[in-house]
């Protein structure tokens, strides 16, 4: 598990005249295959920190064909929490699952909204997600947590993968300088809701081009 306890922004905006108002609504899109053992715990998980924070909010889970029950797991709680569940006929990848459910929770943002994007195998702590919301109504329009902050540290996550993860991250800093950003291929983001309608209305299917667990919407 990312134990990721600061986090960095792709870009921040000017400042407003008037302070941005508070998020409306908290949309957490989890890109889903596979996942039965761990897809129950982590809504459970959402719903507990969102809830202890008063924040409203929506789960929209994107099954990427599954071959297991995690379809069935999800929609368990669709009578008791605000958990909607899409998905996919067949594996089309985590690059389409992402885009498809980024496309649809921009359809259902409003402006004030924010979109937040996490793994489904509980590798993310939601309750990070009250301090990346103050972030974003701050006026930063996303958000990262970063394993390369100072002072934050991995656990339970393979040396392949990480030493994967470390190169990427180096490589995408050399060739795509972002300023705030650290970590390229971290799924746990938040965007604001006005600025990612208009990033997927710009680029179309092009807003997620990788395929992999680099996957990257274009911001830049």
Same mark, same amino acid.
């Given at each position: ?47 507990? /920190? ?54 649809? /929770? ?14 489904? =195998? ?11 919301? &103050? ?70 299917? &092009?807003?997620?081009?990788? =395929? ?9």
């Amino acid at each position: 598990m990312s134990d990721m306890i600061d986090s960095t922004s792709q870009r921040k905006t000017p400042s407003p005249r008037h302070p941005p108002a508070a998020a409306a609504r908290v949309i957490v899109v989890l890109p889903a295959y596979n996942e039965e053992q761990h897809i129950a715990s982590l809504i459970e998980k959402i719903d507990q /920190a969102l809830s202890r924070q008063s924040l409203t909010y929506h789960v929209l889970v994107v099954d990427d064909g599954s071959l297991d029950r995690t379809v069935h797991a999800a929609e368990s709680y669709q009578k008791q929490l605000p958990v909607t569940v899409y998905s996919h006929e067949f594996n089309q990848g985590l690059g389409r699952t992402i885009r498809d459910g980024l496309r649809i /929770a921009a359809e259902m943002a409003s402006a004030n909204d924010t979109v937040v994007t996490m793994d489904a =195998d509980e590798t993310h702590i939601p309750g990070l997600i009250p301090r990346m919301l &103050q972030s974003i109504n701050e006026g930063r329009d996303v958000v990262i947590p970063s394993r390369y902050q100072s002072g934050a540290c991995v656990v339970g996550v393979s040396f392949l993968r990480r030493t994967l993860s470390f190169g990427a991250s180096l490589l995408f800093r050399i060739v795509f300088p972002t300023s705030g950003v650290r970590d390229f291929t971290c799924g746990f983001r938040a965007y604001r809701g006005d600025v990612l309608r208009r990033a997927i209305t710009t680029y179309g299917d &092009q807003f997620v081009e990788s =395929d992999g667990f680099a996957a990257w919407p274009k911001f830049y």
